[in-house]
């Protein structure tokens, strides 16, 4: 049996948001590849030390939040909770991301875009933090102008965390950088980066499998 969604759809520059739907279920019908692994991170709430030891002590404004793949709504739920920001844009294009589950779909304090990044129109001036979750899957020939268009949304001193992969990296699509590279894209879109870890692991994914991860986490300030 397959549970009928009825939902209204608006079109708003080139991104479907969705205004009403019902609660998917268990025999909901997801295509979504990354479904499995998206309920397996729901059943562990914490986020990244470097970003959490990041916001702990940061002391700027926290009404507004972007992040960039979050379809677990794990990250929006603990900004929300724990880290007191007031609203949040969370924006994917998997169907995962309106699921009722972790956060009702009715909160005002979540917005939810389905949309690939890259085709998001970021609201110029408007967040006190930009979060890269998923940015590492962002097609790399787009990835600059992206960057520019973050440093454009966030406000003054607005801070942006993201993580990337690099070489060798099992678990994300195979889109590598090196810091170097990255650094150059940072300066150009007129980010500072004040910190960065790099880690290149034998790690166990989500869903079990071996592989290695090659990670950049990259803290930076619109300068």
């Not at 940072?186 to 991860?213: C, H, T, V, W």
């Amino acid at each position: 049996m397959v549970v009928t969604r009825s939902f209204t759809l608006c079109r708003q520059v080139g991104i479907w948001r969705v205004n009403n739907m019902e609660k998917f279920g268990n025999t909901f019908e997801n295509t979504d590849p990354w479904r499995e692994a998206i309920l397996v991170e729901r059943k562990h709430l914490h986020m990244e030390k470097m970003l959490k030891h990041i916001l702990d002590s940061y002391e700027g404004e926290r009404k507004n939040a972007l992040v960039l793949g979050d379809a677990s709504l794990v990250q929006s739920l603990l900004l929300l909770e724990k880290q007191k920001f007031e609203h949040i844009v969370d924006v994917d294009s998997s169907p995962s991301l309106m699921d009722d589950d972790i956060i009702s779909i009715n909160d005002p304090r979540l917005e939810r875009v389905l949309s690939d990044f890259d085709k998001y129109d970021l609201p110029v001036d408007s967040f006190d933090l930009v979060y890269g979750k998923s940015i590492a899957f962002n097609p790399k020939e787009t990835t600059p102008l992206l960057l520019e268009k973050i440093s454009q949304s966030l406000k003054e001193s607005g801070l942006f965390y993201a993580t990337w992969a690099g070489e060798g990296d099992s678990f994300r699509e195979g889109i590598y950088y090196s810091f170097d590279e990255l650094k150059r894209m940072y300066e150009n879109s007129n980010l500072a980066i004040f910190e960065k870890q790099i880690k290149d692991i034998p790690m166990e994914g989500l869903l079990g499998g071996k592989g290695r991860a090659h990670t950049i986490k990259i803290a930076a300030r619109k300068k």
